[in-house]
């Protein structure tokens, strides 16, 4: 049976990298089920080492983190126009992202049913496209602080490309800035302010505002060019070998026969395929399976994946399957019952795999 295993030594020290580097408050994201390190569980470690907020953008993980807080906050980084997830957020007493008019006017409408009032970040699109006022209409944004059943405590934006442009990052920031300037001299408390995530607070220096962003940073596993800070790559997907044969030269592995030994050849299988997220890209995802003759061009061209068993790297032969996978482990003492592993993102395996903490 597979499981991934994370290191919670090395997790903890990644926090603590984070935190100095940052030194403003976190965000904990935790959102993709933890960054695939498990909710509950990340969100525990975050709670432990002094995180006071966790962000999410799926109203269906507010119910999952409210079981491991108390009185932490949980800010929805995302502006719905849905009444249902509104009144979800509110009901919940979550920090609530508005982006727009009308995710301003159904918050109030379902605050006033509840009789609450609902906490709320302002939201800025600076050039991510997605949610939030983008700067020219701050005229908008400013009429949402009068809704009666709403209180701002805070604003954000995100940044489109902080793992590769600084320049653009540094215009995002500028035009957020300004438009909550606008919006102070209309008379509007704004609160706290973020913009910098992970990618930003690694790559781009006087980016940080009042909090910072953090979900990927913690796994480690987050594009950078800063040596400066050497976080901690965390995660392994992880097997018993469950069986070892030898076939002769000459024999085909795996579907389709795209892979034939060159040599006697011993082999190990290992219980981790597609269904676990091994090998799994987006191109995998839409690939035409109906031609053998793609396959094999695509077969041709791709990149050598390798697994580790007792500490040394073998090649997989043959097509990755849905749970299996075949090792070339000639001249080797491999054994059935031996451990495998895969470097794999925690975003990529199954939900369902067991997050085990070690």
């Known amino acids: 049976m597979s499981r991934y295993v994370i290191d919670e030594k090395l997790l903890k020290e990644n926090i603590e990298l984070v935190k100095n580097k940052a030194g403003v408050e976190l965000i904990g994201v935790v959102k993709g089920n933890g960054y695939g390190f498990g909710i509950k569980e990340l969100t525990k470690i975050l709670k432990s080492s002094g995180i ?13 983190i409210k079981e491991v807080i108390d009185n932490e906050d949980i800010l929805v980084m995302r502006s719905t126009g849905i009444e249902d997830e509104a009144r979800i957020i509110a009901e919940n007493g979550c920090i609530a992202t508005i982006g727009s008019l009308c995710s301003a006017e159904i918050m109030n409408k379902v605050s006033a049913l509840l009789g609450v009032k609902t906490k709320c970040h302002l939201k800025i699109d600076t050039g991510m496209g997605r949610y939030g006022f ?6 908008d ?38 438009t909550m300037e606008q919006i102070k001299k209309a008379g509007k408390e704004v609160g706290v302010l ?30 950078t060019n800063n040596t400066a800070v050497k976080l901690n790559r965390i995660g392994s997907l992880e097997a018993d070998v469950i069986e070892v044969k030898t076939v002769p030269k000459g024999y085909s592995i795996g579907y389709n026969g795209l892979y034939t030994t060159k040599r006697e050849t011993k082999i190990a299988i290992v219980p981790i395929g597609h269904y676990d997220g091994f090998g799994l890209t ?77």
């Open 134 to 139: 983008m700067p020219s209409e701050v005229e």
């Open 194 to 223: 973020h913009a910098s995530n992970s990618p930003a607070l690694l790559n781009i220096d006087d980016v940080c505002l009042d909090r910072v962003r953090i979900g990927s940073a913690f796994t480690g596993r987050v594009i």
């Open 282 to 358: 987006k191109e995998k995802e839409i690939a035409d399976f109906h031609s053998v003759l793609s396959q094999f061009k695509k077969y041709i061209n791709k990149k050598q994946m390798y697994v580790k068993i007792n500490g040394r790297m073998y090649s997989v032969i043959g097509e990755i399957g849905l749970s299996h996978t075949a090792v070339d482990v000639t001249d080797s003492d491999v054994k059935v019952g031996d451990l495998a592993s895969v470097d794999i993102s925690p975003l990529m395996v199954n939900p369902r795999i067991k997050r085990i903490y070690k």
């Open 52 to 64: 006071k907020t966790f962000a999410v953008t799926e109203v269906d993980d507010i119910k999952d």
């Open 141 to 178: 944004a400013i009429k949402c602080y009068d809704f009666e059943n709403l209180e701002f405590i805070g604003a954000y934006t995100h940044f489109s490309s902080a793992f590769r442009n600084v320049a653009l990052t540094k215009t995002q920031l500028a035009l957020f800035k300004d």
